[in-house]
Nanobody
Framework: QVQLVESGGGSVQAGGSLRLSCEAS????????VGWFRQVPGNNREGIAA???????TYAESVKGRFTISRDNAKNTLYLQMDSLKPEDTAMYYC???????????????????????WGQGTQVTVSL
């Protein structure tokens, strides 16, 4: 099973940017659906972005137009570029790997945590006014 390690979290002012990275170990990364989730204490984990093995992406409405997910299969690394950050983006951010593809009309399915079977330990993002 793939092992995932996130990095790049931190504190930033509203309107700023951060880039999260997720390094994966294991030979299956390039063929897997991978995504980013976030969680605030007391709330459910929210799927915010996903990218499949073909490079097709999908985003939650809450981050669309501000966040960009990408992957570098040669480096076994997943990225999340976060721009125009808002205080409501404050959360623990997790990367995850699973099985599936981004299908038009069914994109929301790959933002469900049940699609994923490997998770990183999380990296904290804090956005202040």
């Amino acid at each position: 099973q793939v092992q995932l390690v996130e990095s790049g979290g931190g504190s930033v002012q509203a309107g700023g940017s951060l880039r999260l990275s997720c390094e994966a170990s294991g030979a299956t990364f390039s063929s897997q659906l991978v995504g980013w989730f976030r969680q605030v204490p007391g709330n459910n984990r929210e799927g915010i972005a996903a990218i499949d093995s073909d490079g097709t992406t999908t985003y939650a409405e809450s981050v669309k137009g501000r966040f960009t997910i990408s992957r570098d299969n040669a480096k076994n690394t997943l990225y999340l570029q976060m721009d125009s950050l808002k205080p409501e983006d404050t959360a623990m951010y997790y990367c995850a790997a699973g099985v599936g593809t981004v299908v038009a009309g069914l994109k929301h399915l790959v933002l469900r945590s049940s699609r994923y079977n490997a998770w990183g330990q999380g990296t904290q993002v804090t956005v202040s006014l």
